[in-house]
């Protein structure tokens, strides 16, 4: 019991930064799934595809029959989706960070089936998939 009252400060340090380390994946919002994953969800349940890039990133290389609603204006345009809540909906960034906050949008809108594709485009160029330009 003396130790952890001498050591009380170095204690906290080390227990908050556990918790800012594990913070960014109990955060996450929607199921990820790898590169062949994704191709398996597109293939058999027609999942849609969305890129949340901008519109040049989005130019420079893509997931074939993408949709592509950055970001930025996901909340606005999120009615051009409303016709898919019910289907499955990849989302897909350069790597990964934008898609899990495009995932909380989708969820507060109410979409059953969110999945982002874990590590992004770059992960789907590593795997060795096409792109369409």
């Known amino acids: 019991m003396k130790f952890f009252i001498d050591n009380i400060f170095i204690i906290a340090i080390v227990l908050l930064s556990g918790g800012a380390l594990l913070w960014p994946v109990l955060t996450q919002r929607g199921k990820r799934a790898s590169a062949q994953e994704v191709t398996l969800l597109i293939n058999r349940s027609k999942a849609t595809v969305v890129d949340v890039r901008e519109a040049t990133e989005f130019a420079a290389g893509h ?20 016709k898919f809540k019910s289907k499955s909906v990849v989302l897909v960034c350069q790597s990964g960070a934008r898609a899990n906050s495009a995932a909380g949008v989708l969820a507060k809108a109410g979409f059953a089936d969110v999945v982002n594709l874990d590590g ?13 330009k």
């Not at 074939?64 to 606005?76: C, H, M, T, Y």
């Not at 992004?120 to 369409?132: D, R, S």
């Open 63 to 82: 997931l074939p029959d993408a949709k592509n609603i950055p970001l930025g204006e996901l909340s606005k345009r999120i009615g051009e989706l409303d």
């Open 120 to 132: 992004g485009i770059a992960a789907w160029q590593k795997a060795g998939l096409p792109l369409a």
